[in-house]
T-cell receptor, first 117, second 111 residues
Framework: DAGITQSPRHKVTETGTPVTLRCHQTENHRYMYWYRQDPGHGLRLIHYSYGVKDTDKGEVSDGYSVSRSKTEDFLLTLESATSSQTSVYFC????????????????FGPGTRLTVL | GQQVMQIPQYQHVQEGEDFTTYCNSSTTLSNIQWYKQRPGGHPVFLIQLVKSGEVKKQKRLTFQFGEAKKNSSLHITATQTTDVGTYFCAGPIGSNYKLTFGKGTLLTVNP
């Protein structure tokens, strides 16, 4: 695998509590992504980062915030978790999106299963 | 909004039968990628297609990119139980810095 870890791997929390998920990479890749995966919806992009302190929203960003203070870490925060945020969260990295001369495949972490009661 | 649509959503086959999943984009793509996710696992990159009409093979898997670069297919010949999983297509829509994924096709194989 591409040196991506996610923590925690499993979490159960209650509605209204804040939750932070961490993605850590050892590859020094510039681009990092957070997805959520739900049955019938596939993978949906929440937020992504194209460098330290540079982030942008994906298609399902409401209720989520992100931070990237170091190249290797990309944090996803649910400020006040809701039951609709129960999901499996995947972090991904890529080395060179936008460069047509090289592959820009994404490498995924193992995922975090979050349950909000 | 711009989308990547994938059919079928589910496919159950007997071992040895062929399998095909289809992907359609609402817009022309610079490239299309395919991923496989085993049950309980994470998506793993399979291949990227870039050229119009491109065909690539990986053993029993054949990938095609349409002439208009808006559709693609993945065909598996003589499925095996190891092929079980969800197959996703994905393409950069609106930006080369992020991928839009199809909802995936879940393949189950009866031994």
């Amino acid at each position: 695998d591409a040196g991506i870890t996610q923590s925690p791997r499993h979490k159960v929390t209650e509605t209204g509590t804040p939750v932070t998920l961490r993605c850590h990479q050892t590859e020094n890749h510039r681009y990092m992504y957070w997805y959520r995966q739900d049955p019938g919806h596939g993978l949906r992009l929440i937020h992504y980062s194209y460098g330290v302190k540079d982030t942008d929203k994906g298609e399902v960003s409401d209720g989520y915030s992100v931070s990237r203070s170091k190249t290797e870490d990309f944090l996803l925060t649910l400020e006040s978790a809701t039951s609709s945020q129960t999901s499996v969260y995947f972090c991904a990295i890529t080395s060179s999106p936008g460069d047509r001369s090289s592959y820009n495949e994404q490498f995924f972490g193992p995922g975090t299963r979050l349950t909000v009661l | 909004g711009q989308q990547v649509m994938q059919i079928p959503q589910y496919q159950h086959v007997q071992e040895g039968e062929d399998f095909t999943t289809y992907c359609n984009s609402s817009t022309t793509l610079s490239n299309i990628q395919w991923y496989k996710q085993r049950p309980g696992g994470h998506p793993v990159f399979l291949i990227q297609l870039v050229k119009s009409g491109e065909v690539k093979k990986q053993k029993r898997l054949t990938f095609q990119f349409g002439e208009a670069k808006k559709n693609s297919s993945l065909h598996i010949t003589a499925t095996q139980t190891t092929d079980v999983g969800t197959y996703f297509c994905a393409g950069p829509i609106g930006s080369n810095y992020k991928l839009t994924f199809g909802k995936g096709t879940l393949l189950t194989v009866n031994p």
